[in-house]
């Protein structure tokens, strides 16, 4: 069985990105390895500012309630195993092996078919689903790379819930030159029949998601507004902080932007629910 080092090296070997206007070939892919994503229970986070936050909180959220979680983020700071997580613990060394073993079977037969090569990020996507597919998940969480309407992740169908943060100037040179252009490409995780949480937005953007939500039908939607969270004060080392029914709720992550970013977990969590 090969070593860690010789899977880590094999993949970032990969290139980073590829030359694409569809997810169609990573769908062929997921069709060679049976579709592991349709094993799981969904909550896709997308945006610009806040989606990590917005990962932790809603894994935290659910795990408290006692719910088993994966977790899918990026980038990783040391080991790729940072990027895959069961009630947020790394996944094994062996896990990950084995999962790109399977992976690079996949790729060997679908270049047999015609089908291009996967790139760096929808290769660790793939990973992924094969890991978390074979285990007990309650719910799964997984955060986008780049984008939205092309990313990888977007290839799990109709999430149960989409929660998309703030919106800001990133990956230009892909995504677009201006906010309303960026936000066009953020919008494209919302999908007909899912649950949407949406973090405040300057007016250019949210005007791009609310033509996204009608076009979709979206009718089960929570617009978070600034001014419904009250009685924001810090003390001993935390933020406490209300928001509806919710009374002194608290958290250790600072910063005035957090407030949103948590609200958007707990709404997220919330939308499982009913």
């Not at 986070?45 to 659910?62: E, F, H, P, R, W």
């Not at 978390?132 to 799990?156: H, M, P, W």
Request: a negative charge.
């Amino acid at each position: 069985m090969m070593t860690y080092s010789e899977m880590e090296r094999e993949i970032n070997e990969i290139p980073k990105f590829g030359a694409k206007a569809s997810l169609s070939n990573l769908s062929d892919y997921l069709e060679l390895a049976n579709h592991p994503e349709r094993n799981l229970r969904v909550i896709h986070i997308a945006g610009t500012n806040g989606k990590g936050s917005v990962s932790a909180y809603i894994d935290s959220i659910l795990r408290q309630a006692g719910y088993t979680t994966a977790l899918f983020t990026s980038p990783h700071l040391v080991k790729i195993n940072e990027r895959f997580r069961i009630n947020f613990k790394e996944c094994s060394d062996e896990e990950l092996i084995l999962a790109w073993c399977q992976v690079k079977s996949f790729m060997e037969k679908g270049e047999k078919q015609g089908l291009q090569p996967l790139t760096f990020f929808e290769i660790l996507f793939l990973m992924g689903m094969i890991i978390f597919s074979q285990k007990e998940i309650d719910y799964c969480i997984l955060e986008t790379g780049l984008g939205g309407r092309l990313d990888a992740t977007n290839a799990v169908g109709v999430p149960d819930v989409t929660v998309i943060t703030k919106i800001g100037y990133d990956h230009m040179a892909v995504l677009g030159n201006t906010l309303p252009e960026i936000a066009a490409e953020k919008a494209g995780v919302i999908k007909r029949g899912t649950s949407l949480v949406l973090e405040s937005q300057k007016q250019e953007t949210a005007a791009v998601f609310e033509a996204k939500v009608r076009e979709e039908g979206i009718t089960d939607f929570r617009l978070i507004d600034p001014l419904e969270i009250k009685e924001q004060t810090y003390r001993d080392g935390r933020q406490y902080f209300s928001f509806g029914a919710y009374r002194d709720l608290s958290m250790r992550m600072l910063g005035v932007h957090q407030y949103e970013n948590a609200i958007a977990a707990l709404l997220g969590a919330e939308a499982f629910f009913g």
